[in-house]
């Protein structure tokens, strides 16, 4: 595609711009694909006439705009079941540094590469071992992502980071499947967000980051796991370590490997004596809002909503605009705070996918002190704490007998 064409959005009908471009910004397509099929009437238009469902033209056009956009080099917002991600030709160097110059992300920080065919696999790494293979069948596609040794000159060096590794995972989103299979090469995708801010669930998260920045963007509805994928290295011997916690808990991995370790360099702050994670990623702060927010955790229910409660007032008192993300099982502890809903105890599949969201949030109606209960960190609990703790800097408030 050529820049005069760039310049003339509405030259297919599969695509739209919502905005010209600001001075030194460039044009970003914006293709709506919430559905890869439409319901089209059948026959006579009489009533109770039948429907039937078919391929969607509008959606098949708009990602093969898309996937033609990605061959060229060009950078391409998507959909997968995670979160939304930056997609990029993994073989072109170019097109990868994009990436990283669009998101703002520091170059040592290594991206994952997407496929849609077991096969593509084959072609970037050496060797997938039987510990891997078993995840593979278990969980793909979905929300794992393994690490596994690169094949020599298959990918840009400037994906893997110099690493002798590649992470690869197979998203279990039929827009992203299309999407990848159409452009025909593996497509390196860190999240597409810039550097920093919360990963984006939504296309329109995306529009407010990176807008301006990058070639376009598939809009396929929100996401539904709403946190990234886990990322897992497997050893020879059964084992698997969690180098990032994520879509696929410790517990379902536990159930087809022989045992389930964590990265000892994952929890807590990085500092003098940590060991450095091996997931290079999980060293940078990441997903901060603008306000300051802290974790509150405590061993009663009632002991958490109290210090909370104290500690809002407090805070409002001495002028911050403040909010609390609770549990719905404590939504009536906090009558008059402005509270966002993690969804229910129960269900930690509904805080998977607001918390994003409602960081944005918080920084969108101007909140300057937020406070945020834990969770159990078990099944998906452990994701949410990890992201909600490197949210808030690690900054955990503990409700005990003392500050009763
Ligand atoms: O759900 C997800 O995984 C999303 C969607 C878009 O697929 N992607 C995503 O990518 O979260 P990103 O780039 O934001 O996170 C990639 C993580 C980082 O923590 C990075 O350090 C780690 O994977 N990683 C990448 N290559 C690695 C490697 N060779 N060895 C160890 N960790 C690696
Ligand atoms: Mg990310």
């Avoid at 094949?151 to 989103?173: E, Q, Y």
Wanted: glycine content about 10%; charged content about 20%.
């Amino acid at each position: 595609m050529n820049d005069d064409q760039k310049l003339q959005p509405e030259a297919s009908g599969a695509h739209s711009q919502s905005a010209w471009p600001q001075a030194g910004q460039r044009l970003t397509f914006w293709w709506d694909v919430k559905k890869l099929e439409e319901r089209v009437k059948d026959g006579m238009e009489a009533e109770g006439g039948s429907y039937t469902r078919h391929p969607s033209q509008f959606a098949a056009m708009a990602l093969q705009e898309a996937a033609a956009l990605l061959r060229s080099g060009d950078t391409v917002a998507f959909p997968t079941e995670t979160v939304y991600g930056l997609g990029a030709d993994a073989r072109n160097t170019a097109a990868v540094e994009a990436v990283f110059a669009a998101k703002g992300r520091p170059a040592d920080n290594p991206l994952i590469v997407h496929i849609a065919r077991r096969s593509q696999l084959d072609e970037l790494v050496q060797q997938v071992n039987g510990t891997a293979e078993a995840l593979i069948q278990a969980f793909w596609p979905g929300p794992l992502t393994l690490v596994l040794p690169v094949r020599p000159g298959v990918l840009s060096p400037r994906v893997t980071g110099g690493l002798d590794t590649v992470a690869v995972r197979m998203p279990d989103h039929p827009v992203a499947l299309r999407l990848i299979a159409e452009a025909g090469c593996p497509v390196a995708a860190p999240s597409a967000n810039r550097s920093g801010r919360p990963s984006p669930t939504l296309a329109e998260h995306v529009r407010e980051d990176l807008q301006g920045r990058i070639g376009g963007i598939v809009n396929g509805g929100p996401t539904g796991v709403g946190l990234e994928s886990t990322v897992v290295q497997a050893g020879d011997d059964g084992t698997v370590t969690i180098l990032r916690p994520g879509g696929i808990t410790a517990e379902q991995l536990a159930a087809v490997c022989a045992a389930v370790t964590t990265d000892p360099g994952l929890d807590g702050e990085a500092g003098p004596g940590t060991p450095a994670p091996r997931s290079p990623g999980m060293k940078y702060t990441h997903y901060a809002p603008l306000g300051r927010l802290s974790v509150v955790e405590g061993p009663s229910p009632a002991m958490v909503t109290g210090l909370i409660r104290r500690e809002l007032a407090a805070a409002e008192a001495s002028g911050e605009r403040t909010a609390v993300l609770a549990f719905d099982e404590h939504a009536a502890d906090y009558i008059g705070q402005r509270v966002y809903s993690l969804g229910s105890l129960d269900t930690l599949q509904e805080a998977g996918q607001r918390l994003y969201g409602l960081l944005r949030r918080c920084d969108e109606d101007g909140i300057t002190f937020i406070l945020a209960e834990a969770c159990p960190p078990r099944g998906l609990g452990e994701a949410i704490m990890n992201r909600l703790l490197k949210a808030a800097g690690h900054r955990v408030l503990r409700a005990d007998a003392a500050n009763e």
